[in-house]
């Protein structure tokens, strides 16, 4: 299944949020909103009890629902994923209604060796512990040292 990723800005207002929820529970699609907290908290709260609204319908498995005044199908199958980076100048704190419908998931960064390990055997390279770890080393050095040019997207 495809997620559709909406980068998030404190230029988004509830009504085109809303058209995209609408949408989503309609098609059982889903979405990430990417930086979920540079929306507005005044808007979040609007957003809270949108998602609120698709969310109950989900789980009374609801064929149709009202969804900021208009009945509309329902797929089951829909998702509503966020992402956030708190403590960022201009980030939101959001509302606990919101955070009261979401589930909170940690991230943390990747173990590029072990990466490194698994491609290199999936290739069927016999002496993959030791090439990821200087295949590792090297990719982290260029990282530090090379331009942040789009092409060098570690």
């Known amino acids: 299944k495809y997620v559709m990723v909406f980068n998030c800005s404190d230029g988004l207002d509830f009504k085109s949020l809303g058209r995209m929820f609408s949408g989503l529970a309609q ?25 609120a609204c698709i969310l109950s319908a989900v ?13 509309i199908p329902l797929n089951l ?24 419908l979401l589930r909170p998931v940690s991230m943390m960064a990747p173990d590029f060796t072990l990466i490194c390990e698994n491609t290199l055997l999936s290739q069927g390279f016999e002496e993959s512990r030791a090439l990821a770890t200087k295949v590792a080393i090297l990719y982290e050095l260029m990282e530090k040292q090379l331009s942040k040019q789009d092409h060098y997207d570690f």
């Open 27 to 51: 098609t059982g699609s889903w979405s990430c909103f990417d930086e979920f907290n540079r929306i507005e908290v005044e808007v979040l709260s609007v957003v809270a009890q949108q998602i």
């Open 77 to 100: 199958n829909c998702g509503i994923f966020v992402t956030m980076n708190p403590g960022y100048a201009g980030r939101s704190e959001l509302p606990d209604n919101l955070k009261a």
């Open 59 to 71: 789980s009374r498995r609801e064929r149709n629902f009202t969804f900021e005044g208009a009945n």
